[in-house]
């Protein structure tokens, strides 16, 4: 409008007259020329003065225009590096932002104002996630050194990732969590395998008596007095370190084990030499475990310390030197056993270990005393073990020996007069003598059975079975032998009875009745029908005198012993259980004239009594 009123003074004046003179502008015009009138300008000075305030306002409003361009080309830019800047973060961050679009009938004001939020947004959002970026790294870098050893190289502060600031989407930042998550997995791996191997590593050292803080120093001093896990280096190299740890630990385990076993072996046999007391051995009882443990089981405290190994070496060197000093008694102690148990399974001992032969030996000083003691030893456990082969056999045989001693005892109770008695224990006689006849009635095939239980032990071995010396079939093949003869001896008994009989009858056809006591007196015997022992034959049945009669022998009453009666079976004749006959000696003519008439054949001459 200004540039229309100066305008308008530059024309003619019938058209600057007809200007509107309504405006501010206008009526100061106006006022300017009534003014430069009343002075009396002249019309060619109005007009120059006028040109030169058109030429001054168009000055003026070209700074404003200019001004207003200036304004508008910063709002432009500032709205265009916004909207740059806008993409950028969206692209960085990877925000779904709503696509920022210019609206041509806004201003620029109005665009800036609305950009403006979201470049406020996303800036914090950035900074936001730069820091959780910066976390994470910081994490990582920090278990990665711990990994490798470098640990001290982050310590000073956090990690700069500027390089790393144009991505920060979720996407990196879930991969570079995802890597912290294994690398925390790994390092917890870590830790724990460190753990167990320390607590293997206190185990070994335990066990062999070392300084465990010591050894594990060696390896890392973290592995010792740590307060938190993030003390304890868990770099390879610590591994490394502690697993060459264990595996010289467990070779030192190894080789002190076997020492150990080795010298507790030792000491075993010095004790059971030596007969050691309890109380003498409780003092290495935790060490004497070792003979019978295997490695992993031995895990007692300083039980393989050099302390503890030393003290067992200088006990065995104690009692090897004690040994020493008794193995003269020792040796003889180990002969007397030997004998023991031959004696117990009836074999003879080797001659060559006699007592004196060792005393001799021992004292001329020509033999160690240990050889002796081994070889002795050693016929011990050949006798043992012989001796369990001969099991069956003597068991066999102290069961035969049983049933003849039962044999014994019932001649000896048969020829008992008054074994019916109502005396005190006459019924338990009553029922061992129906057992013992029933037990006498096996003996030929024990000892059938025997002897060919014999003879198969030889011919499987193919040595003879020798009993106290003698071989045993020689004496069972005896023994049947002397059983036949003893069998024939009381059938030859039972028929000299029956020709007494025979005798005692031709004597009352030929007198015509029986003989008077005194004509008999020289049968010494008186008959009585009435006498409890009478057999109704004119005769008592006759009774052993070293028996008296009308009492009860303590030996019918109880067991007899079978100590010391097995040999005399064997060294010497079974005395046969016949009772002597106190009848008159009969001739051999009458003899003959008797079985002659028993047989039913004439005799050759009158009987004749003498």
């Known amino acids: 409008m200004g540039e229309m009123v100066l305008a308008g003074y530059g024309m003619d004046k019938a058209v600057r007259s007809s200007v509107s003179f309504e405006t501010p502008c206008g ?7 009534q003014i430069w009138t009343e ?64 609206d041509e ?13 979201l470049l406020e947004d996303l800036r914090s959002k950035k900074e936001e996630r730069i820091k959780q970026f910066s976390l994470v790294q910081s994490q990582i870098e920090k278990i990665k050194a711990q990994i490798s050893d470098h640990n001290n190289q982050h310590d000073n502060g956090p990690v700069n990732h500027s390089k790393d600031n144009h991505d920060l989407s979720t996407r990196r930042l879930s991969d570079l969590q995802a890597e912290l998550r294994n690398l925390q997995k790994e390092k ?50 610590t591994l490394e370190g502690l697993t060459e740890t264990i595996l010289k630990l467990k070779a030192e385990k190894r080789t002190r084990v076997s020492k150990l076993q080795e010298i507790v072996g030792k000491l075993h046999k010095l004790w059971n030499l030596m007969e050691s007391t309890e109380q003498e051995r409780r003092h290495f009882t935790r060490v004497a475990a070792v003979l019978g443990s295997t490695e992993e089981e031995i895990t007692s405290s300083s039980v393989l310390s050099l302390e503890t190994i030393q003290e067992t070496e200088e006990e065995v060197e104690r009692l ?41 030996l021992i004292d001329s000083g020509l033999v160690d005393p240990c050889e002796l003691l081994s070889s002795i030893e050693t016929q011990i456990a050949k006798a043992r073990e012989e001796s369990l082969t001969r099991k069956d056999i003597m068991e066999k045989v102290d069961r035969w020996l049983s049933a003849c001693d039962e044999e014994t005892w ?61 071989r045993l079939v020689a004496i069972l093949e005896e023994q049947k032998l002397r059983r036949v003869q003893k069998e024939e001896d009381k059938r030859r008994h039972r028929d000299q009875k029956k020709l007494q009989s025979l005798l005692l009858k031709e004597k009352e056809l030929i007198f015509g009745s029986k003989p008077s006591p005194k004509k008999t007196s020289s049968f010494n015997r008186r008959t009585s029908s009435h006498h409890p022992n009478g ?9 052993p005198r070293r028996v008296s009669a009308g009492s009860a022998t303590p030996e019918l009453l109880t067991p007899r012993s079978y100590s010391g009666r097995y040999n005399n079976y064997f060294k010497e004749n079974r005395r046969l259980a016949a009772a002597p006959l106190n ?27 003498h």
């Open 188 to 237: 917890s791996d870590r830790l724990q395998k460190v753990f167990i191997y320390v607590d293997e590593v206190h185990c070994l050292c335990s066990v062999l008596g070392m300084d465990f803080a010591k050894t594990v120093k060696d390896v890392h001093p973290s592995l010792h007095g740590a307060n938190s896990e993030n003390s304890t280096n868990i770099s390879d190299s």
């Open 535 to 543: 057999n109704g034959a004119g005769f008592m049945t006759p009774v």
């Open 320 to 360: 090897t030197k004690q040994k020493a000093s008794r193995m003269k008694e020792l040796v003889l102690k180990k002969r007397l056993e030997l004998e023991d148990i031959c004696s117990n399974a009836h074999m003879e001992p080797d001659m060559s270990t006699a007592p004196e032969k060792i005393t001799a």
């Open 583 to 609: 009848f008159s000696t009969v001739s051999k003519e009458d003899s003959m004239s008797s079985f002659a008439s028993i047989s039913g054949s004439e005799p050759d001459s009158p009987l004749v009594l």
């Open 27 to 33: 009526r100061l015009l106006r006022e300017l020329e």
């Open 39 to 102: 002075i009396g300008e002249r019309e060619e000075d109005k007009d120059r003065m006028f040109l030169e305030l058109e030429t001054e306002c168009m000055r003026v409003y070209r700074r404003k225009v200019d001004s207003a361009n200036a304004e508008r080309s910063q709002l432009r830019q500032s709205l265009m590096a916004k909207e740059a800047e806008l993409k950028v973060l969206v692209a960085s961050i990877g925000e779904i932002t709503p696509k920022f679009k210019v």
């Open 410 to 470: 019932l001649e000896e109770y048969n020829q008992d007069s008054s074994r019916y008695s109502a005396g005190r224990g006459a019924h338990i006689n009553l029922k061992r003598a129906e057992k013992a006849r029933i037990l006498v009635q096996k003996i030929p095939s024990m000892i059938d059975n025997l002897i060919a239980k014999t003879f198969a032990w030889e011919d499987e071995r193919s040595v003879p079975f020798l009993y106290d010396g003698a």
């Open 105 to 117: 009938k806004q201003s620029l004001k109005e665009q800036l104002a609305k950009v403006t939020p």
